[in-house]
């Protein structure tokens, strides 16, 4: 059987693929901050000057890794302002950016909020079903049951971008859990035998 948060891993990466030029916008614009001491500190007096109110530090994700990912666009995502502040005092920063996937828009930070939106719920189900200290078989169907609500919630959220998002998640989760008889044998004795 292979490992729940696995799983999730590759439901995730394969439903934010398309938001992948919004994310890389992004993770151009935290690697060329977090480069020096001196562009952190001038971005921190941007944060200052636009009153964000959040002690949060900037962190580079690794792309490989989604819930990375998540919490760089997370911490990022707030201090939007600030981005936007910094790209008119410093112009090299527009210079280095437009080199690689240019520099983050409006569209691209509207982008990130709906990724966020949908990583949220998938990064707390796999930090419960990565638990090393304690069982997690157990619980794979609470995981299940919530991830297929998630979807049906998004289904009906009217916006197009995570309906567009949630499918492909839903195409992929269907591969490994659409139906019962995919879902290894033991799973269910877990379930079953669980205290």
């Given at each position: 059987?292979?490992?729940?948060?696995?799983?999730?891993?590759?439901?995730?990466?394969?439903?934010?693929k398309?938001?992948s030029?919004?994310?890389?916008?992004?993770?151009?614009a935290?690697?060329y901050?977090?480069?020096?001491?001196?562009?952190?500190?001038k971005?921190?007096?941007?944060?200052?000057?636009?009153?964000?109110?959040?002690?949060?530090?900037?962190?580079?994700?690794?792309?490989?890794?989604w819930?990375?990912t998540?919490?760089m666009?997370?911490?990022?995502?707030?201090?939007?302002?600030?981005?936007?502040?910094?790209?008119?005092d410093?112009h090299?920063f527009?210079?280095?950016?437009?080199?690689?996937?240019?520099?983050?828009?409006?569209?691209?930070?509207?982008?990130?909020?709906?990724?966020?939106?949908?990583l949220?719920?998938?990064?707390?189900?796999?930090?419960?079903?990565?638990?090393?200290?304690?069982?997690?078989?157990?619980?794979?169907?609470?995981?299940?049951?919530?991830?297929?609500?998630?979807?049906?919630?998004?289904?009906?959220?009217?916006?197009?971008?995570?309906?567009?998002?949630?499918?492909k998640?839903?195409?992929?989760?269907?591969?490994y859990?659409?139906?019962?008889?995919?879902?290894?044998?033991?799973?269910?004795?877990?379930?079953?035998?669980?205290?």
């Amino acid at each position: 059987m292979r490992c729940v948060a696995h799983i999730l891993n590759l439901i995730v990466q394969y439903g934010i693929k398309d938001a992948s030029v919004s994310v890389d916008r992004v993770r151009g614009a935290v690697r060329y901050i977090r480069a020096s001491p001196p562009k952190l500190t001038k971005f921190n007096q941007r944060v200052k000057e636009e009153m964000i109110d959040s002690k949060a530090q900037l962190c580079l994700d690794v792309p490989t890794r989604w819930n990375s990912t998540y919490m760089m666009l997370k911490v990022a995502e707030k201090y939007e302002r600030a981005f936007e502040s910094y790209l008119r005092d410093d112009h090299n920063f527009f210079l280095n950016l437009t080199a690689g996937y240019g520099v983050p828009t409006f569209d691209d930070w509207d982008i990130v909020r709906r990724v966020i939106k949908v990583l949220e719920p998938f990064y707390h189900l796999t930090l419960k079903m990565s638990g090393s200290l304690h069982v997690t078989s157990h619980s794979l169907f609470e995981v299940l049951t919530d991830v297929h609500c998630l979807f049906d919630g998004w289904q009906d959220c009217g916006d197009l971008e995570i309906i567009s998002m949630t499918s492909k998640m839903r195409d992929k989760y269907n591969k490994y859990w659409g139906e019962g008889n995919k879902i290894n044998m033991l799973v269910y004795l877990a379930v079953i035998f669980d205290p």
